[in-house]
């Protein structure tokens, strides 16, 4: 395929996805949490390596990290890490470049610019740790979620919104007489 505004616009589409995918998923994570009184005692980690494996990334987060899996550790994974594929920080920066290549590009950079923002700003060590740090996190991926919203309706409003036609004189009916 040839790397025209076609091909942006599909790189766009396909990070946008991908990072609410894996915010999605995360918030579904802290909603377990949430419902845990134990904070999920011993078993974090497991539920840790299930988000990482719902994801596909169980492999890949043992080659960076090791082979100790952590809530922390998880988050600054999926969310931040630029080597990875499907973290939301690597869907941003490819976003920001498929952009790039297009006209008309400053709104929609700004949004994605807020999103990484607040990726930046999060304190990722206290979310998700245990069940108390899980309602933090449930608020913090309902951020995320609406950072991406907004960088998705900037993004239609800059490039698929049609502008209305100035108002044109109604056409004259044509009433046909039988013969």
């Given at each position: 395929?040839?790397?025209?505004?076609?091909?942006?616009?599909?790189?766009i589409g396909r990070d946008l996805e991908?990072?609410?995918?894996?915010?999605?998923?995360?918030?579904?994570?802290?909603?377990?949490?949430?419902?845990?009184?134990?904070?999920?005692?011993?078993?974090?980690?497991?539920?840790?390596?299930?988000?990482?494996?719902?994801?596909?990334?169980?492999?890949?987060?043992?080659?960076?990290?090791?082979?100790?899996?952590?809530?922390?550790?998880?988050?600054?994974?999926?969310?931040?890490?630029?080597?990875?594929?499907?973290?939301?920080?690597?869907?941003?920066?490819?976003?920001?470049?498929?952009?790039?290549?297009?006209?008309?590009?400053?709104?929609?950079?700004?949004?994605?610019?807020?999103?990484?923002?607040l990726l930046e700003r999060a304190d990722?060590?206290?979310?998700g740790a245990d069940g108390t740090s899980?309602?933090?996190?449930?608020?913090?991926?309902?951020?995320?979620?609406?950072?991406?919203?907004?960088?998705?309706?900037?993004?239609?409003?800059?490039?698929?919104?049609?502008?209305?036609?100035?108002?044109?004189?109604?056409?004259?009916?044509?009433?046909?007489?039988?013969?």
């Open positions: 395929m040839s790397h025209d505004d076609t091909y942006a616009f599909l790189v991908r990072g609410g995918h894996d915010d999605r998923v995360l918030d579904v994570q802290a909603g377990i949490l949430i419902g845990r009184h134990d904070g999920a005692g011993p078993y974090t980690d497991l539920m840790w390596m299930g988000v990482l494996r719902s994801l596909s990334a169980l492999q890949m987060f043992r080659r960076i990290a090791g082979p100790m899996v952590s809530g922390p550790a998880t988050l600054n994974f999926l969310l931040r890490d630029l080597q990875f594929p499907r973290s939301v920080e690597r869907c941003l920066v490819e976003i920001s470049r498929a952009l790039l290549e297009l006209v008309r590009h400053d709104d929609p950079m700004a949004g994605c610019a807020e999103v990484q923002q990722l060590g206290s979310l899980a309602v933090a996190l449930h608020d913090y991926a309902d951020r995320l979620q609406q950072g991406l919203g907004k960088l998705h309706e900037l993004l239609v409003t800059t490039y698929f919104q049609m502008e209305p036609s100035p108002a044109a004189p109604a056409p004259t009916p044509t009433v046909l007489l039988p013969v």
